[in-house]
């Protein structure tokens, strides 16, 4: 088993002149349910799209599961590595249990393993296969998709799943719910590792078992939760946490 199963040395990565990441040092264990905070434009996709290999290093190593990216089969990778993103892109013309199905397909499945994976997987994310299994995805609400897209991340077991700001487009009671059933899906899989961007302080700190707080590129603190709140490590970290408690108390002291 490898201990470290993301890890970033001395990373670099421009766009054009614009430097976004600048020696970007950190490692992921496998299990953890790191979450990524920061402001816009601090780099979090790009980051998060460098361990599939959607973006590439301009610099440093990036290793995933031991294999250094730089020599690395990315069709292959990929499959070791779901993804869900805030829209989430199911395809409009194929019911929910195709849509959950296409890499299985790819991978040549037999039928009714296919058939037993969908089953499986919406009952994980919180959606009676039968109801739902062959429903267009227009006739679901967008948590619903939601639900669907990280089913279909799923589909072929991989052990990491990248996931960027997924919720981030969903009303606020909605996104709880999805949140909690992120967790405790995370909760029935600790072999799998989840890595969550998120512009949002309290998602953060709620999912993660640590929490990347990133600002123009780099790691202003990498820790729990907990230390994160008792021991900001930097004036940003302090100013973000400020923010939560600052936007409580604009409701907390109406009369
Ligand atoms: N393909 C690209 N070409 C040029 N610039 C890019 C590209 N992708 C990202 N950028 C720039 O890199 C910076 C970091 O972008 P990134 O999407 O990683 O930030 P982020 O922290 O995820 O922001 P947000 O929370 O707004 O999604 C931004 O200034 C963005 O405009």
Not at 20 to 47: H, R, Y
Not at 107 to 124: A, P, S
Not at 181 to 203: G, Q, R, S, W, Y
Not at 236 to 247: C, E, G, M, Y
Request: aromatic letters at 6%; hydrophobic letters at 40%.
């Amino acid at each position: 088993m490898v201990n470290d199963i993301i890890c970033f040395e001395h990373v670099t990565k421009s766009f054009g002149k614009r430097t976004i990441l600048q020696d970007l040092n950190f490692s992921v264990k496998q299990g953890e349910f790191i979450t990524v905070l920061g402001t816009s434009g601090s780099g979090k996709t790009t980051t998060l799209k460098m361990i599939n290999g959607l973006e590439t290093a301009d610099g440093g190593r990036i290793s995933v599961e031991g294999n250094n990216l730089a020599n690395c089969d990315l069709v292959k990778l990929r499959r070791h590595i779901g993804y869900v993103i805030q829209s989430i892109g199911l395809f409009p013309h194929m019911t929910i249990a195709q849509n959950i199905s296409v890499t299985p397909k790819l991978l040549k499945w037999d039928q009714k393993r296919i058939d037993q994976t969908v089953n499986e997987l919406l009952t994980e994310v919180g959606l009676d296969p039968a109801v739902y299994r062959e429903q267009m995805p227009n006739q679901l609400s967008g948590g619903q998709q939601q639900r669907v897209g990280v089913a279909r991340a799923l589909a072929t077991n991989p052990p990491i799943l990248l996931l960027d700001e997924p919720f981030s487009a969903l009303d606020a009671i909605t996104r709880q719910s999805l949140q909690k059933d992120i967790k405790a899906l995370h909760e029935k899989m600790p072999d799998k590792t989840f890595f969550f961007v998120t512009h949002d302080i309290n998602e953060a700190l709620y999912l993660g078992d640590r929490v990347m707080v990133v600002n123009h590129g780099q790691i202003e603190q990498f820790a729990s939760p907990k230390q994160v709140v008792d021991h900001p490590a930097s004036e940003f970290v302090s100013q973000l946490l400020a923010t939560v408690r600052q936007n409580r108390a604009l409701w907390e002291d109406l009369k």
